[in-house]
């Protein structure tokens, strides 16, 4: 017999059980640490969701009772406890925004207040900040409280300014940015705030006290380790929601993110949003360069990282590769993305650019240093002109850019991060009226990583039943 209880911080669930039940529900709910050396002390072998002495987070409930169950083993739910997690509404009233909702939206709003707690997965393009302000709308009407405080959380600046600006466009009001460059107004009721700002050792935090509702957007990034983490221990609100086209891979860092917000309680695919033509249709074109006379990497055992770096570097610097590359941005209609890791190549691909484009033609680079005014520019200028090539590291670019005249994406270093593709494939689905099918070029190499990595973008690409083709160069 399992019992199951709240603990006094109202944030965690205490199991009591035998040694032996305990053991394997640990067991279960654990992964092997990647991090792991056999010549390293005080790093343990697993990573587990349960501590050792059974405690786990709320929001993991249902992922625990599904366990218990599967397995045949009765168990007890404490009632403070069912009534601490099942805190959603019968029959929720649905509020109304400037625009209409689709169908999926007007379901992920339904299914998250009746929850009240979740995480809902919607692709990017489908209109996540749409679902945001509905949901902070309508938890309003069903608790009867039009100034109910909401902290809603975003990863980047960029995104501050932009879903602060769609929340007041949808009608929503009192809406302030708390960033870097923005100061709090603490007579506001929606506050739009980075994930920076929250985790600098200078913020005063004491308003989040008062949160009655809390949002995540790009909840993928609450993993396991992450500093965010700390946040969640300040907010008391049992609403909490968090947003994200893809979840981590990793089954830690999702029970991570489960345990602080809840189980998924709505979801939908990339293919069933273009089948429903939501979404723009797209295709996935690899380019496979043939590399000839590649040199040979060495291997050092001491730093296993060190032979990927060199072919990192091989590739990066390589003439004919970024010719290649510069030349079809070139030649492709509309505007183009280039997407690339590090800030080098992305300066050798500019100054490529400039080097065969005509001169009239826009080129930018963005990276972490471009001022967010001049990044918001060139989102401007994109949705205004058709002949913009800007190459952007990933890490800015893959997330939360709203550009639907975009009708290209160049991936010139891939790699085999599933978030980081599936995210900067999105980037190109907005619907827009001069856009019939969005392309997304994979450029592969036949090098020992980049062929390791293909691989897995392939595998990425068949699991999500995207259409791919495969020409070689």
Known sequence: MVN???????????INTDVLTLSLMREYFS??????????????????????????????????????????IQYNIEESLYKKYNNGFKNPTIETLSISYRDY?????VNALKKGKGVISIPTAGGKTLIMAGLIKSFRKNIENDKALTLVIVPSIQLVEQTASDFTSYGLKNVTKWSGSNQLDINAEIIVAGTQILLSNKTDLSILDNIELLLMDETHGLRKGNEINKIFNLINTDFKFGFTGTLPPSNIDQWNI??????????????????QEYVSNFKIVILNIRHCNIPKFKVNTERPTEAYNQEI?????????????????????????IMVDRIDHGLNLESKLKEICEKNRPIYFIQGSTDIEER???????????NVIVVAVSKIFSTGINIPNLHN??????????????????????????????????IADNTKYGQIHLSERIKLYNTEKYNYEEKTI
Do not use: W
């Open 4 to 14: 199951l209880s709240l603990i006094k911080n109202n944030k965690q669930v205490q």
């Open 31 to 72: 992964i092997l640490n990647p991090a792991y050396r056999s010549n390293k002390k005080f790093i343990p072998n697993r990573l587990h969701a349960i501590t050792p002495s059974g405690k786990f987070e709320l929001g993991l409930l249902d992922h625990i009772c599904a366990y218990l169950e599967s397995n045949q």
């Open 105 to 109: 939206q007007k379901k992920s709003i």
């Open 258 to 275: 489960f345990g602080k917000l809840g189980p998924v309680v709505y979801e939908e695919k990339t293919l069933d949003l273009k089948n």
């Open 313 to 337: 570097e091989y590739l990066m610097h390589n003439e004919r590769r970024n010719e290649v590359i510069a030349k079809l941005a070139d030649r492709l209609p509309n505007n183009t993305i």
């Open 376 to 386: 918001e520019n060139v989102r401007n200028l994109m949705n205004k002109k058709n």
């Open 409 to 442: 994406i160049i991936f010139a270093s891939a790699g085999k991060a599933k978030i980081k593709i599936m995210q900067s494939i999105g980037r190109a689905l907005r619907l827009h009226p001069t856009k019939t099918m969005a392309t997304i070029f994979d």
